[in-house]
């Protein structure tokens, strides 16, 4: 790691998110990075707090002891995690041990440092006390066993929203994706039936009344309903505006945040006080909808009440779109009608599907929504990033082979210029041997002149529009709400000169922006902005998955070294052709139009593009610092423009991911 890059690792890391360039420069100015080897101890259990953690790359076990000295291991943190956050607030002596256990670099800051970063940035102590709570040991109850616990609310503004089956499906999704501890809270008015035992094959369960609840050391043993499932359930009865029901609710979750790490609260469709306590205690609320005008904007002024009445954090709210009804408008109608973006949407149920479709229809697109959703909430999405390269660009296919016969799970894509093309053909459904088909298009190295249409150069001397024509052919008019994988598109904006993430409109548009080389291009106007290839500002853009909060980030490379680069420049600028494909033979007559491109040989189009890359190799380099993994093919004896090498090209990004699976899968599972 280049420690040279500090100001631009902390800007990525999530908690330091949003602070403006003079705070960014006091953190750096009063922290360092730290390296611990594979099994160093950070901090041991009972020591005195002497700093704040963010882990920046690798992984950290938290544990603590039993009396017999054996371990109890609480956690696993990875990139941008913080720790150590208690000790130095409360000024009490750490009650885990941190273990490095693999090689990490870590941002640390000391405690009298922390302590005046605090003074002087107040908004990051507030971010701070909005998620220490879940960290806090109640030792006044039993030992914690986990390390940090989350809570979800399940709510909507109207009742048969299917909040429920959603609840179960997420809860039963978090547990297999994340492997952790999840306990369903099924809260309802007293007289109405929970139906969760049922649906979770659980025979004659007890059932709490919050108002008349036994004190909390009193509390029967069997009020946690086991399943067969992998999760756990308890049965509440409430009354609307009863304060007893509320602290008993708020004793219930301050004992079971010792022992689960993910409580979801299914709630009644109400809005007295009880409920909105109820949902304060949340770190997230899951706001169900349907579709419908009418639904859309009851969730609407639901969600504005929260925000405007209750102060609710905006952060914490997010509004889930359910296609149990028809859908009358489409989705940019649906997110102008409830004022905010909708955090995901999640297919129709089929007629007479099982209830327990993350268990009995894994496959199912009802089942891969929720999974995406509990993999968010769980810091298990897997990013991946396709870089920028022309035909080496065609080493992304090999990639996307291995992915697709190991079944390595991809919850994202972003790709920038030839790799946002890539990514898009996979993201609207498009397997890798289908993508290698459409590259053979270019099975002679004549056919790329399919590609180019001259112009006069005043802001590049190749219009596009044949490039388009070839885009439009293979896309259509499908846009980023057709697609059945998550994608951003990379491109660099004109005016700001400065990367432009897009995720809306015409694929195909955010492609010709995204590929529109400057100089050789014309750049591309997508809306109101004129937008050019992505690479110039964001050759692998590893940086919006960051922003997204992705933890586990794979990179696939395909620039050339510097050193090789500037050899081929070298070699063009003396005349030498790249290789004998460019070569003419002897004494073979040339027509007048195979004379013209013969002094013509690309030349200015490759000084063009080997000047860039050898800008974009470094820029690679540090873009490469923010991923967990980067897969670097090889691409010796290859050169950008033999594009109808696609499948030596993709042969090679075989190799590497494959070279690489040990590395991808151990951080798939940790």
Wanted: aromatic share 8%; proline share 5%.
């Amino acid at each position: 790691m280049n420690l040279g890059d500090k100001e631009f690792i902390i800007k990525e890391m999530p908690f330091f998110a949003g602070l403006s360039k003079a705070e960014i420069e006091v953190i750096c100015a009063k922290s360092q990075i730290i390296e611990y080897r594979k099994g160093q101890i950070i901090y041991e259990e009972g020591s005195s707090p002497s700093a704040f953690y963010c882990i920046i790359s690798g992984r950290v076990q938290i544990y603590t002891k039993d009396k017999a000295g054996s371990r109890l291991i609480l956690e696993y943190l990875h990139r941008g995690k913080y720790f150590g956050i208690i000790s130095l607030l409360t000024n009490e002596p750490h009650s885990v041990t941190s273990e490095a256990i693999n090689d990490c670099f870590i941002l640390v800051i000391k405690k009298n440092d922390f302590d005046s970063i605090l003074q002087g940035i107040p908004h990051l102590a507030i971010d701070l006390s909005r998620t220490l709570s879940r960290r806090l040991k109640r030792k006044d109850m039993h030992q914690k066993k986990i390390f940090e616990s989350t809570v979800i609310s399940v709510f909507s503004s109207y009742a048969q929203a299917g909040k429920t089956v959603y609840a179960l499906n997420l809860a039963l999704s978090l547990n297999r994706e994340t492997h952790k501890s999840v306990i369903i809270l099924d809260i309802l008015s007293k007289g109405k039936i929970h139906t969760l035992p049922r649906k979770l094959e659980i025979e004659s369960p007890p059932v709490l009344d919050l108002s008349s609840a036994p004190d909390i050391y009193d509390l029967p043993k069997d009020f946690i309903l086991k399943s067969n499932f992998g999760i756990d359930l308890c049965c509440f009865y409430y009354e609307e505006d009863n304060d007893t029901c509320l602290k008993r609710l708020i004793e219930m979750l301050s004992l079971l945040v010792n022992d689960y790490h993910y409580i979801l609260l299914d709630l009644p469709a109400a809005m007295d006080r009880s409920i909105i306590s109820m949902l304060n205690q949340s770190d997230f609320i899951h706001i169900l909808s349907s579709p419908d005008p009418t639904d859309l904007k009851r969730t609407s002024n639901l969600v504005s009440r929260l925000k405007t009445d209750f102060n609710f954090d905006p952060g914490k709210i997010k509004t889930i779109v359910n296609e149990y009804k028809l859908a009358k408008i489409n989705y940019a109608g649906q997110i102008e009608i409830l004022g905010q973006d909708i955090f995901a949407t999640i297919p129709k149920i089929e007629f007479n599907a099982p209830e327990r479709l993350i268990i009995d229809q894994p496959e199912s697109e009802y089942s891969k929504a929720v999974r995406r959703i509990a993999r968010a909430l769980g810091d298990c999405l897997v990013g991946l990033v396709l870089g920028v390269g022309v035909g080496y660009g065609f080493c992304h296919v090999g990639v996307l082979k291995v992915i697709e016969e190991e079944n390595i799970p991809i919850d994202i894509i972003v790709g920038s210029s030839i790799g946002s093309f890539i990514a898009s053909l996979w993201a609207i459904g498009k397997s890798s041997s289908e993508i290698l088909e459409i590259a053979r298009e270019f099975r002679e190295p004549k056919h790329i002149w399919g590609l180019i249409d001259i112009t006069f150069p005043r802001f590049g001397f190749i219009k596009g529009n044949k490039l388009y024509r070839f885009l439009k052919k293979h896309l259509g008019n499908k846009t980023f709400y057709d697609i059945k994988l998550p994608l951003k598109i990379i491109a660099s904006d004109v005016r700001r000169k400065e990367p432009k993430i897009l995720d809306k409109g015409l694929l195909v548009d955010a492609i010709m922006a995204s590929c529109s080389m400057p100089g050789v291009f014309t750049p591309f106007k997508f809306r109101e902005e004129i937008l050019f290839d992505g690479g110039v500002t964001s050759p692998l853009p590893t940086e919006p998955l960051m922003q997204m909060g992705i933890k586990k980030i794979i990179a696939v490379n395909v620039t050339p070294s510097r050193e090789d680069i500037l050899k081929q420049l070298a070699r063009l600028k003396e005349g030498t052709p790249l290789s004998r494909d460019a070569e003419s033979p002897k004494n073979k007559p040339l027509s007048l139009f195979g004379r013209l491109k013969n002094i013509f040989n690309f030349n200015i189009v490759n000084i063009i593009f080997s000047s860039v890359e050898v800008l974009q190799s470094e820029v690679a380099r540090r873009e490469g610092e923010l991923a967990d993994i980067v897969l670097h093919p090889d691409t010796s004896g290859l050169f950008w423009l033999e594009l109808h090498k696609s499948d030596e090209f993709a042969r090679r990004g075989e190799e590497e991911a494959r070279k690489n699976l040990d590395k991808i899968w151990q951080l798939i599972n940790e």
